[in-house]
């Protein structure tokens, strides 16, 4: 069962679907990630597609983020990230958007400082997907962008974006990408 590691709501348990529905980051990816984005963290706005079970937006929020937004596709799913997050004391911060991450990306208000993609890593790049934050504004204009990814692949140019940073954990990897202004 994931849980959250640090901050105001360390070492509280998330409630994960049963049946493999979800394949959450790693204990020690998120740890790594979040020691890369401490500083970034107090006051930011942030985005976890593909949320699963909102262990990336709940550490967020856990950390200090004064917003975070969970997109989550599956209904049931959706609904235990916001039952957390009531039983957390933070649906005030944490916030659930229950569709497909193209069609909530068409409904949000941003900007966001911090946008988290963790597909299934099957898919494609989503390289649409990127577009489509940058045309909709959903970017801070000195946002960061976190693609999880299966390590094996290899990331082509995303258009509009530049890389930053790419950290390799095992079989998953962590692709840092600031847009283009």
Request: with cysteine; hydrophobic share 45%.
């Amino acid at each position: 069962m994931p849980r959250i590691t640090s901050g105001s709501l360390g070492s509280r348990k998330l409630r994960s679907p049963k049946g493999g529905q979800v394949r959450p980051t790693p204990g020690r990816v998120k740890e790594s990630l979040f020691s890369i984005l401490m500083h970034r963290l107090d006051g930011a706005r942030v985005l976890d597609l593909f949320s699963g079970t909102g262990a990336i937006g709940f550490e967020a929020a856990s950390r200090g983020a004064s917003r975070v937004v969970c997109v989550e596709a599956q209904r049931e799913i959706a609904a235990a990230i916001e039952e957390s997050a009531k039983g957390f004391g933070v649906s005030d911060v944490v916030t659930v958007f229950q569709a497909p991450v193209e069609r909530a990306l068409y409904r949000l208000e941003g900007p966001f400082d911090i946008v988290y993609l963790d597909p299934p890593y099957a898919d494609p790049v989503p390289l649409a997907l990127f577009a489509l934050m940058r045309e909709r504004g959903l970017l801070a204009p000195d946002a960061l962008v976190v693609y999880e990814h299966a390590a094996k692949r290899i990331l082509p140019d995303i258009p509009g974006y530049r890389s930053t940073r790419e950290e390799v954990y095992g079989d998953v990897a962590l692709a840092f990408l600031s847009p283009v202004n």
